[in-house]
């Protein structure tokens, strides 16, 4: 029991644990595979480099420098694919969530109401595939600030316009508890709530309604 | 009525602040030339190198005295501007109530001329933050209360600020509370701070800066001092310098004792805290006066820290993270360097007036961070220290291991230490076993919730959790992974419901 008199039971909070997160962009573990594998493939010239430059009584070091490199090519490999499955993210009504890591394994949470802007960047490579990278900024350095990296770029597109208007109008002088989400529609950039996809009602919480909400940008 | 309407210039004075801060930024990147040219052993004065130094220094001159001259600040459509640039003109608008807070600095050479040099802080905006080298103190005072008391009328975010200063502050917009002195610190109370200041770090510094420095100093003048102290002391003969050191080492940690205990009194020589409307004002120092302010509802959290020395005077030092960009933030942050314990209470009942009526319940840490603290502090440095003294001396030093036991202490003290409240409204954390640190937070001013896991946490089922705010974050070591969730979503809920500003 974290809480002695709490004024609401804490089981009804909307939790982070039972949303679902969307996958990032498929395309983005191709990227990450081809990434590794020229890395690998110029770390392989080197190898043969080494290779043919070792004298020769040391036969056995040299074909070593192969074995490790194949040991590591899986490594990263698998360690690129394991960090696509557990990467995720989700938009919900009043945050934005987000996991990454593979050893480390890290949830954030940024709600709206604590966000100061947010923007989409695209390098060449993301450009070829459609992918962008969203980052949204909180206040005072860069410890709080999140990145997801590996989005479509239309969907990017579509979290960063959702995003803006939830940062425009914000309700701030209401007193807590009688926050009206009502007041401020979800219809930004021309994309409705509907548009933006389905919502689910991730906890099943009475209190309040639209807080357990679940957002997701895609259908 | 509106003094500052008209375009202003800086007090005359400043040329000389502004040739001052030119030539002390010139010489602190050519020191080295600058050494070399006078003490050239080819006793050759003006040589082109030399010319050009001096053509360096004159551009900067005359460029510093024109800007002077094409720098204006006024006020005007409730907008503080400032106007400034030799070529380009260059023009920065700050609007009156996005101003937190305005901070004055007075050196000695200030005081002799009665001005002061005056820092702006606006809301975290980064690059809108500006200073002025010089104004007569009066103005510099005029400015300030007119800025302050333009606020409540043209802020549209009044309604906001009042809702937080409501709590703790019963005056109205507008009506403004005359600051009210919370403590002075003595001359005896400034000794035991300078006492009980962190010896260790001033020696430090000291010797990056002496190594630094003679490094440099050599090779600028062929000096070959080091041979010469080698040969002067014999140190060539290996593992006799164990006496030098045993000389040193004291001798090291008398200046850097002394040294601090002299910084400590400068700087905070007559330090006079005050409450305020707004938040709280520090004014000290003996040669540079300062004053800075710290806005309430830019104060992000409470840390308050103290070492065995300070535990013995009964006494912390607290520091009052602001919300700011990092640049700002460093130095406009007011940290007390020494306080008694019912000071200590009045910051806290300001930061956060509920805190002592809301039922908090108390919570520690998993055991299993006592491996984390023993691997840190015990294995891993004792493993370095042997290896070290083994490859250095050639000799087994395993005088080490005497640490071990020491650290498992230490490490066992640190997981009962480690103790965090939570209550309604905010969290209270305190931990470490030598220097013991306590950090107050509300949770209205978290910016984002993270759970961190490595994988041996995962397979424990514990977890991290971190509390970012605009001012640094919170964290929460080794507790259950259940719990972490429930606290993150609690959290969230607070922060997500609250409409009161933050920052």
Known sequence: MILENPQIEMGQLPSVNNIEFKKLAPTYKKTEYIGTSILFGFLLIGCFIAFFNIPADYSSISYGIFVAWAVFFALSMYLAGKQYDLAGYAVRAHDVVHKHGVWWRTVTTIPFNRMQHCEISQGPVQNIFGLATLRVFTAGGTSSDLTIDGLEHEEAKKIKGFITGKIGPQPTVESPATTDVESSPLTFDGITEEEFGEVRDATGSEYPPDDATQISPLP | ?503
């Open chain 2, 1 to 503: 009525m509106n003094r500052f309407e008209h375009p202003t210039r800086q007090a005359s004075i400043a040329i000389l602040f502004i040739l001052g801060k030119l030539f002390r930024i010139l010489f602190r990147q050519l020191w080295v030339v600058i050494l070399v040219v006078m003490f050239n052993p080819k006793k050759k004065v003006f040589t082109t190198f030399t010319l050009g130094l001096l053509a360096i220094a004159a551009i900067g001159a005359v460029t510093s005295i024109i800007s002077y001259f094409r720098l204006y600040y006024y006020v005007k459509d409730g907008e503080l501007v400032l106007e400034k640039g030799i070529l380009q003109k260059k023009k920065i608008a700050v609007p009156l109530d996005r101003i937190q807070t305005v901070n004055f600095k007075q050196g000695i050479i200030h005081q002799a001329f009665n001005v002061v040099s005056i820092e702006i802080d606006t809301a975290g905006s980064v690059g809108k933050e500006f200073s002025l080298e010089a104004l007569r103190k009066e103005d510099a005072e005029a400015l300030r209360s007119f800025i302050e008391n333009a606020k409540p009328a043209t802020a549209q975010t009044s309604d906001k600020e009042t809702e937080v200063h409501s709590n703790f502050d019963t005056a109205s917009p507008g009506v403004k509370t005359p600051p009210k002195l919370l403590f002075e610190l003595s001359l005896l109370d400034l000794i035991k701070i300078g006492v009980s200041q962190n010896h260790l770090r001033t020696a430090g510094i000291i010797m990056v800066f002496f190594l630094s420095f003679f490094d440099e100093l050599e090779d600028a003048l062929d000096l070959k001092l080091t041979e010469r102290v080698e040969e002067f002391f014999g140190l060539a003969q290996e593992a006799e310098f164990l006496p030098y050191l045993l000389i040193g080492i004291p001798f090291f940690l008398t200046i850097s004792f002394f040294l601090t205990l002299f910084r400590t009194m400068l700087q905070y020589f007559a330090l006079r805290f005050w409450r305020t409307g707004q938040g709280f004002k520090m004014e000290s120092g003996l040669l540079t006066k300062q004053e800075v302010s710290a806005n309430l509802n830019k104060i992000q959290y409470i840390r308050w820290d103290s070492s065995p020395m300070k535990r013995l005077f009964k006494m912390v030092a607290v520091r009052l993270p602001q919300a700011a960009s990092v640049q700002v933030s460093k130095k406009l942050s007011a940290n007390l360097p020494g306080c008694y314990d019912h000071h200590l209470q009045a910051i806290r009942q300001a930061y956060f007036p509920n805190e002592m009526l809301l039922e908090e319940t108390h919570h520690g840490v998993n055991w299993r961070i006592i491996y984390r603290m023993f691997l840190l502090q015990g294995v891993l440095p004792v493993g370095l220290l042997i290896v070290f003294s083994y490859s250095w001396l050639a000799t087994d030093i395993w005088i080490w291991l005497l640490w071990l036991p020491v650290a498992l202490w230490l490490s066992y003290r640190y997981h009962d230490n480690w103790q965090w409240h939570i209550s309604e409204e905010g969290l209270l954390t305190s931990w470490g076993v030598v220097n013991q640190h306590s950090i107050l937070l509300q949770w209205y001013k978290v910016q984002a919730v993270t759970i961190r896991q490595h994988y041996f946490l995962r397979r424990r089922g514990l977890a991290h959790l971190i509390l970012d705010t605009a001012a640094g974050s919170v964290r929460i070591p080794y507790i259950p992974e259940e719990k972490a969730k429930e606290v993150r979503d609690f959290v969230l809920y607070k922060v997500e419901v609250d409409g009161r500003s933050w920052m």
